[in-house]
């Protein structure tokens, strides 16, 4: 639950007194002109910025939740938190340890697998950095697919996908809501999740929401 | 499930640890700087009396085994940097004194890989058939004041993490606080190769830079949960 969230810029006010409830199968759509601080808002319920006032509570099987982050998955935009250096293999196995999943290979192998990454010739000791804008956007959605939180933060995730990979993003989504996990989503391409959004907040440019 | 913080700890020194050894350039090149470094102090300096070597090994010594370190500290971060993989951590219910342990193990490994052989090859260069100069006990002091100059590099790194003007504030910041750690590690390492084990200063000296590592150490953990919530 998000009450009266506020974030003040310097002395630019980003957004006002903004509150949604979202709940488990529950998709919010954030939007908003460009610069106007959807982003942002995401950053402060990801905790990576603190909010100017207002609160962020989350409780799950009705226990407040200390520390949100272990309920949460975060993908930022035009980023994708990978190590590029790295292969697919060593990046997915490392987020998700420090989750404390412990995951063998074939569990990797099959979280790669809808995304058209489990060839040997992409994920083993392929970097990172040698994928296209639209396979590491991939790769990090397979980040977000293995991991058990509820929660998702999702900016833009479509960012540089082709139209298979937003089918497969489009029902990972769908499978995620209904296991009753709740999402946060930007995108200014709302076409393939239009049946599953259930609620929408505008933040405006003037600052309120 | 729940990640302990040691479980976190061995997997963030695993990854820093991949990190360096997939990017090879960054393991390789301090210890190529010091190396070569040695080399030009030794033409340079010529042939030494017996009573300078000494102070010489160890002057040029430490003062290169410094400016290696600080070239790997000053890029400790880097790896995280890239793809926002740092901002992704930070939304991560790690807690934040694994991380600092883990990039300061990964700062005593690869520092010790700098420093080792920076003194075994300062010591071949300037040693002659009458006086050996390395020592298992200057190592060891050496060791410790990487301990010491390992918590602050991970601190400032971490400090200066989202500064615009990183490259310049790093040094202004590392090169001050170093020094009571460099005078008390050079001090004692001569008084240990000159006098020897017995002199009565190299305890006040072995202390002092103890002290250093224990302040810097704790400082560390203390203030480095406090830098990551404001970076």
Redesign the interface.
Known sequence: MISNLSFKFRHRRLFNDLSLTAGPGDLWHISGPNGVGKSTFLSVVAGLLNPSSGEITLNLASKQILDRRAHLEYLPAEANGLYLKMDSVQNLRFWSQLRGLKLDDSAIFAALEPWGLNHPLLRDGFPIEKYSTGMKRRLALARLDLSPVPGWLLDEPLYGLDQQAITVFRERLRQHLSRGGFALLISHDLEPFRDLITGAKEISSRGSA | ????TW??YL??VR?GL??EF??KERLISPVLFSLTMLVLFAFALGDLDQSLRIRVYLAETFLTALFALQMSFSRLFE?DR????F????????SYTSLFLAKYSLVLILGSATLIPTMLFGAFLHQSANQQLFSWVVLGIGLLALAGLGALGVLLSALTLKAQARQIIYPLLYFPMTTPVLLAAVQSARLCLDVGLGSPELKSWLGLLAAFDIIYITLGVLLFTELMDES
């Open positions: 499930m729940k990640a302990t479980s976190q997997t963030l990854q991949r990190a997939v990017d790896p890239q793809d926002r993989v901002e992704l951590l930070r939304t991560y219910p790690i």
